[in-house]
């Protein structure tokens, strides 16, 4: 291959080392190191036989800057070619503070990595994800990618040898922190969405969407203004390039006009359907299948004949 | 350099304003005991909306108008919202990072004219062909360096990411670069001026944290932090009057380094069927899409 490749990963919680040593093995990297913060036996779960050592800091999570000092210290004492980390908020963070003091190229949210002599090639969606931009770079470089595109490239075999590491004292203090109110909907995982959009009138009708979305199995997102204007979902309902990126096997637009930040979030679903009253809306130029109608009178038409077709 | 770590009551005396401005710091008659010294990273990036395709595909970034970033004017409402609150300046800072730089370079001051007309005091520029196109690394430098040229902030704002590259590199790198503390994607921020304080709620995936990091410290944030002012016609045209300075990389003494190669940059095309389904009434409607999804074996078995 390419000689000697070396390969420092880095994660803001131990599942998401599951993805980082999927691209590892897909690299073929010829060492690896790990830093996660996390629970013993979580990280234990997660130490892949991929990397030569994983270093667990003992802590619950980490605020990027720790993530970046511990980082630093790994980065000096490895001569990494590449440092890869997850493309999530505190990810992205920890790893522009790394890039800056090491002086290294950083892409953040690669969809492609791929080493060629003495250097990274990457793909990246820009442009709010309505367009692609393929860069090339020597080494040492930093990547931050989603780790569920190379999940399914993660070795089985755990058994890494863990080093606990303690935490830094932090620049930026936290002083409180609460989960998001969330409704347990997994958007970016689901096989069908229904989503939802201003063609709504009320809160009470998206229970149309719910049951056409429990019907084929699949679960509800929404346009922003539903979750940002109207409030009526939660944020983690939000499909959007700013909110949630979905990819399911279908996806059912309801009442959605079909913006360029919408529809960035779909554009790797399998099949798409738009349902809106407005022939003209953008939505049917992104879709496979569209049916120009008020979803009030279409939906509840729609319902019925699915479920005498599903025997439901 | 700069006076970084120095304290807050050093406010002013070092503060050195570009010319003559307009206006006053002073409330009520009375100079605020702490006013904020802030900068503001503004980008003009290419308009995601108005993209120019060559015949290939490619993104004609030439001929691709650019505006300011969709959450750099969140930025610019946010340090505009602490100077009406606690009084001092804000100076946006921006480098132009797409060709050609001659024509490029007017989009840009329309760009940094709109920022100004938001209620910035005055606007510093990197215009140098060395940053095109622009990769994070040396545009962070060149930022660093020309903050440091001109010193004294007690705040340095940006938006999480650029609408263009999306990279949401250049507050962690200026932030590292100076070692200030860096607090990212805060939905909103505020300064207690007494205790040199800012506190943030930064805006994660799963959870929302508060923060809180002793001045100077770099602040990025996200379009939920503010609704950004729309400027009245009197406040563009005082923004004409506003000074913009401009600088060369040489000018700040940063040398150009070896940058990413952009190799292609083209339209995402998905090819979908757009079939609009004709059918006399609802029923057949419905029956017609069912169909369709079931030979495309995408209904529950």
Known sequence: MYGVVRVLVYTAGPAQLRGLAGLVAALG?????????GREDEVAQHAYGVFNRVYRVDAERLTPGQLAELLEGLYAEHQPDLVVGPAVKDGVDAGSRLAARQSLPMFTEAVSVELFDGGLRVRRQVLGGRAMAVLESGL?????????????????ETGAEISTVKPPAALVEEESWEPKKREAVDLESAEVVVGVGRGFRRKEDLAMAEELARLLGGVVGASRPIVADYGWLSEDRWIGISGKKIRPKLYIAIGISGTPQHMAATMDSKVI???????????????????????????????EKLKEKLGK | MGRYGASPSLHGTLWQPLGAVEGSV?????????????????????????????????????????AISEYDK???????????????????????????????????????????????????????????????????????????????????????????????????????????????????????????????VRDLEESLQTVKAKMPAVVSVTGEANKPRIPTLLQI????????????????????????????MKLIQVKRKNVIIEAETLEQAAEKLIEYLEQEGVLPK
């Not at chain 1, 040492?140 to 070795?155: G, H, R």
């Not at chain 2, 308009?47 to 595909?57: A, H, K, L, Q, V």
């Not at chain 2, 004409?240 to 190799?263: C, I, N």
């Open chain 1, 273 to 303: 359907v738009a349902i809106n009253k407005d022939k003209n809306a953008p939505i049917f130029q992104y879709a496979d299948y569209g049916v120009v109608a008020d979803l009030y009178k279409f939906l509840p038409v729609l319902i």
């Open chain 2, 237 to 264: 045209r005082r923004a004409m009057r506003k000074p913009v300075k401009t600088y060369s990389l040489s000018d700040l003494e940063v040398d150009s380094v070896a940058k990413p190669r952009l190799v292609e």
């Open chain 2, 74 to 200: 969140n930025a610019v409402e946010a340090a505009v919202q602490l100077k009406e609150k606690h009084g001092g300046r804000v100076v946006a800072v921006s480098a132009l990072t797409w060709g050609p730089s001659a024509r490029k370079r007017k989009e840009l001051e329309q760009v940094i004219r709109e920022a100004l007309a938001m209620g910035v005091d005055e606007a510093h520029i990197i215009i140098d062909d060395a940053l095109i196109p622009g990769d994070p690394l040396l545009t962070a430098r060149a930022v660093t360096a020309l903050l440091q040229k001109l010193g004294g902030f007690d705040l340095i704002i940006t938006g999480e990411a650029s609408m263009d590259m999306i990279s949401g590199q250049i507050g962690g790198r200026v932030a590292a670069l100076m070692g200030l503390p860096f607090i990212s994607y805060a939905r909103s921020l505020e300064v207690d001026a007494g205790a040199g304080v800012v506190r943030a």
């Open chain 1, 29 to 37: 990297a010829s060492e690896a190191f790990a830093l996660t913060p």
């Open chain 1, 140 to 156: 040492p470089a930093l990547v931050t990618v989603k780790p569920q595109l190379w999940e399914e490239k993660a070795p089985s």
């Open chain 2, 26 to 66: 002073a409330i009520g008659g009375v100079l605020p005991s702490m006013p904020l010294n802030i900068a503001v990273l503004v980008k003009a990036s290419l308009d995601p909306n108005m993209i120019r395709t060559g015949s290939d595909g490619g993104v004609d970034a030439a001929a691709t108008p650019l």
